[in-house]
């Protein structure tokens, strides 16, 4: 069944903005971890922040994790025409594989 | 180098055929997947297999079947091809599959059409 579930659907921006593309999740987890999805190609991934992490930095990238509201938050900082891609939340449960949402569109206007 | 390729990027196809996708991974990863991404984007994990155990999707139909030749390859079987089947696959390694720990590297997927 899927775990994550991308917020929102999808996101259009300005170049210069900050992103916000949130992630929900339904059972306890190991980690999340955050991929990038460019048109036509395989994802790729960005990030991993562990249970008992709140909050990791990957260049302009800055996520957050929220056991008890069972959340995170990808936020990308100064966006960029190249960050335009899909943003998919993976998370890991025990010894399943990573579970993948829906994603969110990022659409950033140069 | 190509850390994962998938063979072939587009196959178009009639229904009720057989065919198979082709993946190889360079990176000495100990455990591979098979993933399907339908027209809305959603990706949902096929199988996941390392040297000591095949976990199967259990919603994925049994016409589908992973062939795993030696530790760098995973291949993608489907026979009798319906239209539904029609997406793009992708496969992906890990060098911990049983703790998921690390990052999942993804091929360039194959985008499969059912006529």
């Known amino acids: 069944s899927q775990q994550g579930e991308e917020d929102p659907q999808a996101l259009s921006i300005q170049e210069g903005e900050n992103a916000t593309m949130n992630c929900s999740y339904k059972?306890?987890?190991?980690?999340l971890q955050w991929y990038r999805q460019n048109s036509g190609r395989g994802l790729v991934h960005l990030i991993l922040?562990?249970?008992?992490?709140r909050e990791k930095h990957s260049g302009r990238l800055r996520v957050t994790l929220d056991t008890s509201k069972k959340s995170s938050s990808l936020l990308i900082t100064a966006s960029r025409a190249a960050d335009t891609a899909s943003y998919f939340c993976a998370t890991l449960s025990g010894n399943t594989p990573l579970v993948f949402g829906k994603g969110t569109r990022l659409s950033v206007i140069a | 180098d190509t850390a994962v390729s998938q063979t072939p990027k587009y196959l178009v196809t009639q229904m009720g055929n057989d065919k198979s996708i082709k993946c190889e991974q360079n990176?000495?990863?100990?455990?591979m997947y098979w993933y399907k991404q339908d027209s809305k984007k959603f990706l949902k994990i096929m199988f996941s297999?390392?040297?000591?155990?095949?976990?199967i999707n259990e919603t994925v139909p049994n016409r589908f079947s992973p062939k795993s030749p030696d530790k760098a390859h995973l291949n993608l079987h489907i026979n009798s091809l319906e239209l539904g089947d029609s997406a793009v696959y992708f496969c992906a390694s890990s060098q911990d599959g049983t703790s998921g720990s690390n990052e999942q590297f993804f091929g360039p997927g194959t985008r499969l059409t059912v006529l």
């Open positions: 990176l000495g990863h100990d455990t």
């Open positions: 922040i562990r249970s008992n992490e």
């Open positions: 059972t306890s987890i190991n980690n």
């Open positions: 297999y390392n040297n000591k155990e095949l976990i």
